[in-house]
C-alpha cells in the first residue's frame, strides 16, 4: 500500500487538510498499518474524517458486494460501496435501502458512521437501525465485531428486508 500526500476537503468545503493518504484494497492490506481515519467519497458535510498533517485511509477501492440472499435480502458488503452502486445492482431486482441520503455518492461506510437519514426519517430511521451486523479491521490483524449476539461476523456489513434492503411497495 502506497501513501500519497494530498491536499482534500469534505463535501461542505469549509475546511481544508493535507493528509497522507493510502487507498488499501483488501482488508489485509490494513494489517500492521498506522492508526488513522477512514474516508470515501468525501460527501460529509461536516468535514469529520479530515486528519490534516495526518495519515487517513481513502476505503474507496474496497467497493465489493461479497454476497446477497435474494430470498431474505442480506447483504455482506465492503465500506467503500457507494449508495448509488447499490441502487443500480439490487433495485432491479425489486430491492431498495429504506433509508437513502440526498446522494448516492455517499459511501456505505459513511452511511453508517455519519448514521445518516433519508426524507423518511419520521417513519423509517436513520440507516444505523436497519443494520444486521457490522466488523471492523484492526490494523494490529484480524476483525471484531462493533455489534453482539448477531453470529458469524464478516467484513463490513449485513442488512436483511426491513432493514436495509426491502422491496418497494407496490
Known amino acids: 500500500m502506497r501513501w500519497k500526500n494530498d491536499e482534500m476537503t469534505g463535501w461542505g468545503r469549509a475546511i481544508r487538510a493535507s493528509s497522507d493518504i493510502a487507498r488499501p484494497e483488501r482488508a489485509a492490506d490494513l494489517t500492521g498499518a498506522p492508526q488513522g481515519p477512514a ?6 458535510y461536516g468535514d ?4 490534516d ?5 481513502d476505503m474507496s477501492r474496497m467497493d465489493r458486494f461479497l454476497s446477497f440472499d435474494a430470498d431474505t435480502g442480506l447483504l455482506t458488503a465492503e465500506g467503500g460501496v457507494t449508495i448509488g452502486a447499490m441502487l443500480r445492482v439490487f433495485a432491479p431486482k425489486g430491492w431498495m435501502p429504506p433509508v437513502m441520503p440526498g ?3 455517499a459511501t ?6 455519519m448514521d ?4 423518511n426519517h419520521h417513519h423509517a430511521g436513520s440507516f444505523g437501525q ?3 451486523d457490522i466488523t471492523l479491521v484492526a490494523s494490529r490483524g484480524g476483525s471484531r465485531p462493533a455489534t453482539e449476539g448477531y453470529g458469524r461476523p464478516r467484513w463490513v456489513v449485513w442488512v436483511k428486508p426491513g432493514s436495509s434492503f ?4 407496490n
Open 116 to 119: 445518516v437519514h433519508g426524507k
Open 39 to 44: 474516508i470515501g467519497n468525501r460527501r460529509s
Open 53 to 57: 498533517n495526518g495519515r487517513l485511509y
Open 48 to 51: 469529520a474524517a479530515l486528519n
Open 166 to 169: 426491502r422491496r418497494p411497495c
Open 103 to 105: 446522494t448516492g455518492f
Open 130 to 132: 436497519h443494520l444486521t
Open 108 to 113: 456505505l461506510g459513511g452511511a453508517i458512521a
